[in-house]
């Protein structure tokens, strides 16, 4: 079986975890702190908070920015269930723009159009959570632009997008946002088995999330030097979201080899873009201002009723190829929340076309090519 993603572990990974291993530290100690730095220096922002997941991050950010009960939260429909579920784990009710169809990012101008309405209307969102879908930035200058007239935050969900750049910057910059939001899951563009990262240049931000990870607890020099060194404090309700000392090493061992990995991605992305290029599917999207981190290679049949017996002709020929992302408004939990198929066209076309083929950066250029030949079979 060709996975349609795959971690890349070394010998220098395996080592890196073994010292911890060996170590006085296992839980989260000075590995994560080192792993955070090293992000935090490599996407030139301020502070980085490391957390167990990027569900986690993406909760913690939202908590850090107050979002609660009764807020309102945007993000798209065309993503993975945790951009919009951590806007609802704060008690907040979460909306969606659609994407726009060339880069499959979330459309500025639906979003526009629908900021002036709920201006209208009195509702306007507290935040907006836009996602670099496959490792490809959003228009971030745009969703400044509006985010400084309309008076909302941004948290950029780049999961899909370490290593990527937007305007010549590194995502993670913190140029646009007010925090970002990266994942170490293993299909992801680098691992630490799971975990996430939260990354700000607002150090206020940065600190709500480092106590909510950990329970709401804090650590004083004034007070122990009152009670004790023992002595802490739970300021508020957090939560154990903490990364381990394992997670970290492994993270930062992966780290070193990033540029390595999206060099990768690219030169794979490019090979497959020549060599589909007569097939009837529409392959990714460009944007001038982004250098994707090519998290996803997702392919759109011109025929989306073929979409099924392509998908299944190409898994029973070993090729894991899948389908990124089902909308989340056509999840059941969100059609019970009053959302229904038609509410995006956009995302829906898209979704009825999607298929994603193989792309990790040990893809042979034969098992490519294997890859390549069952495509064409299957749209023959």
Same mark, same amino acid.
């Given at each position: 079986?060709?996975?349609?993603?795959?971690?890349?572990?070394?010998?220098?990974?395996?080592?890196?975890?073994?010292?911890?291993?060996?170590?006085?530290?296992?839980?989260?100690?000075?590995?994560?702190?080192?792993?955070?730095?090293?992000?935090?220096?490599?996407?030139?922002?301020? +502070?980085?908070?490391?957390?167990?997941?990027?569900?986690?991050?993406?909760?913690?950010?939202?908590?850090?920015?107050?979002?609660?009960?009764?807020?309102?939260?945007?993000?798209?429909?065309?993503?993975?269930?945790?951009?919009?579920?951590?806007?609802?784990?704060?008690?907040?009710?979460?909306?969606?723009?659609?994407?726009?169809?060339?880069?499959? #990012?979330?459309?500025?101008?639906?979003?526009?159009?629908?900021?002036?309405?709920?201006?209208?209307?009195? +509702?306007?969102?507290?935040?907006?959570?836009?996602?670099?879908?496959?490792?490809?930035?959003?228009?971030?200058?745009?969703?400044?632009?509006?985010?400084?007239?309309?008076?909302?935050?941004?948290?950029?969900?780049?999961?899909?997008?370490?290593?990527?750049?937007?305007?010549?910057?590194?995502?993670?910059?913190?140029?646009?946002?007010?925090?970002?939001?990266?994942?170490?899951?293993?299909?992801?563009?680098?691992?630490?088995?799971?975990?996430?990262?939260?990354?700000?240049?607002?150090?206020?931000?940065?600190?709500?999330?480092?106590?909510?990870?950990?329970?709401?607890?804090?650590?004083?020099?004034?007070?122990?030097?009152?009670?004790?060194?023992?002595?802490?404090?739970?300021?508020?309700?957090?939560? #154990?979201?903490?990364?381990?000392?394992?997670?970290?090493?492994?993270?930062?061992?992966?780290?070193?080899?990033?540029?390595?990995?999206?060099?990768? +991605?690219?030169?794979?992305?490019?090979?497959?873009?020549?060599?589909?290029?007569?097939?009837?599917?529409?392959?990714?999207? +460009?944007?001038?201002?982004?250098?994707?981190?090519?998290?996803?290679? =997702?392919?759109?049949?011109?025929?989306?009723?073929?979409?099924?017996?392509?998908?299944?002709?190409?898994?029973?020929?070993?090729?894991? =190829? #899948?389908?990124?992302?089902?909308?989340?408004?056509?999840?059941?939990?969100?059609?019970?929340?009053?959302?229904?198929?038609?509410?995006?066209?956009?995302?829906?076309?898209?979704?009825?076309?999607?298929?994603?083929?193989?792309?990790?950066?040990?893809?042979?250029?034969?098992?490519?090519?294997?890859?390549?030949?069952?495509?064409?079979?299957?749209?023959?």
């Amino acid at each position: 079986m060709i996975p349609y993603g795959r971690q890349d572990v070394t010998d220098e990974d395996i080592a890196a975890v073994v010292a911890v291993l060996r170590s006085d530290w296992l839980t989260q100690g000075p590995a994560v702190p080192r792993f955070e730095e090293a992000v935090a220096m490599r996407c030139g922002a301020s +502070r980085a908070v490391a957390a167990n997941s990027a569900t986690s991050s993406l909760h913690l950010a939202c908590l850090a920015l107050g979002i609660g009960p009764g807020d309102l939260g945007w993000t798209v429909p065309n993503t993975f269930v945790a951009s919009a579920n951590c806007l609802r784990h704060c008690g907040a009710v979460a909306d969606f723009v659609d994407i726009d169809p060339s880069t499959l #990012n979330l459309g500025v101008d639906a979003l526009e159009e629908k900021l002036r309405s709920a201006r209208r209307a009195g +509702r306007l969102p507290k935040v907006l959570i836009p996602v670099h879908f496959a490792g490809l930035s959003c228009d971030m200058a745009g969703i400044a632009r509006l985010a400084d007239e309309y008076g909302f935050k941004v948290i950029e969900d780049a999961s899909h997008a370490i290593g990527g750049r937007h305007r010549g910057q590194p995502i993670g910059c913190g140029r646009y946002a007010d925090i970002t939001v990266f994942s170490f899951h293993p299909v992801k563009i680098i691992t630490t088995g799971e975990g996430g990262m939260a990354l700000s240049n607002d150090a206020v931000l940065a600190d709500a999330m480092t106590r909510l990870r950990s329970h709401g607890i804090r650590r004083d020099a004034a007070a122990q030097a009152v009670h004790g060194p023992w002595y802490y404090e739970q300021t508020e309700l957090g939560f #154990n979201y903490r990364m381990t000392d394992i997670q970290a090493a492994l993270g930062l061992s992966q780290l070193a080899r990033l540029d390595a990995y999206v060099a990768a +991605r690219l030169r794979l992305a490019d090979r497959y873009d020549r060599l589909l290029a007569d097939l009837p599917l529409r392959t990714p999207g +460009r944007d001038p201002d982004s250098d994707s981190a090519w998290h996803l290679y =997702v392919v759109r049949l011109e025929d989306a009723g073929r979409r099924r017996a392509v998908f299944e002709h190409l898994r029973a020929a070993g090729i894991g =190829v #899948n389908v990124h992302y089902i909308p989340v408004h056509l999840q059941p939990d969100y059609q019970s929340q009053g959302f229904a198929p038609g509410d995006y066209p956009v995302a829906e076309d898209y979704y009825a076309r999607a298929l994603t083929l193989p792309l990790y950066p040990t893809l042979s250029e034969t098992e490519q090519d294997r890859v390549v030949i069952k495509l064409h079979e299957a749209l023959a």
